[in-house]
């Protein structure tokens, strides 16, 4: 209880101190609060994200609305249409042709709760890791993050079907990775 309680006072004093939630630091209550300093980026476009892109693998190859990348060893696409305001990350996994349903159904699960932003998707006769969002309100960090999920769901297909270290509670993924880590451990007990 003593725990929860410092916790809870750090809690109230780091909202006091910071003027939170309206509250001022001073005693004067017509004293206006002063608003907080939002930065704001300027919106994405096809050559700011080119730009970025660019900085990452300095051998980016651009053709109309798409660019393509390599990441840690693995091919990204990117295509983006500003009058749609939409953009797309991808990364191929591999042929769409064999997925059984018991993998098709994994694969949504994951959707669901694991693969974070990034998604599972077919199309072409392939799979696919993907990343959609609207191009102009994507941050810098956004769309850094979005690479970073996309190739993660490639790299972990088959596997823990994760687009990062979390998984969002409610769906199906826990309860398998709990299952895994109950075979591995009664492996463990074996040796």
């Keep these: 209880m003593p725990r929860l309680f410092?916790?809870?006072?750090?809690?109230?004093?780091?909202?006091i101190g910071a003027g939170t939630y309206g509250l001022s630091q001073t005693a004067t209550p017509d004293a206006p609060t002063p608003e907080p300093e939002v930065v704001l980026e300027p919106p994405m476009t096809m050559a700011r994200m080119a730009e970025i892109i660019q900085a990452i693998d300095p051998e980016v190859a651009a053709a109309g609305n798409a660019i393509q990348f390599t990441?840690?060893?693995?091919?990204v696409i990117v295509i983006a249409d500003p009058r749609a305001n939409r953009m797309r990350a991808m990364v191929?996994?591999?042929?769409?042709?064999?997925?059984k349903a018991e993998e098709l159904m994994r694969l949504m699960q994951a959707n669901f709760d694991s693969a974070l932003d990034a998604r599972y998707a077919v199309?072409?006769?392939r799979l696919w890791g993907v990343f959609i969002h609207p191009l102009s309100s994507l941050e810098k960090d956004q769309l850094l993050s979005a690479f970073i999920q996309t190739i993660n769901v490639a790299r972990t297909y088959g596997q823990t079907y994760s687009g990062g270290a979390t998984v969002f509670g409610g769906g199906d993924s826990n309860g398998i990775y709990q299952e895994l880590?109950?075979?591995?451990?009664e492996l463990g007990e074996e040796i």
């Design 6 to 15: 410092s916790v809870r006072a750090l809690l109230i004093a780091a909202l």
């Design 71 to 75: 990441l840690d060893d693995i091919p």
């Design 92 to 99: 191929p996994i591999r042929s769409a042709e064999g997925l």
């Design 123 to 125: 199309a072409q006769g």
């Design 181 to 185: 880590l109950k075979e591995l451990q």
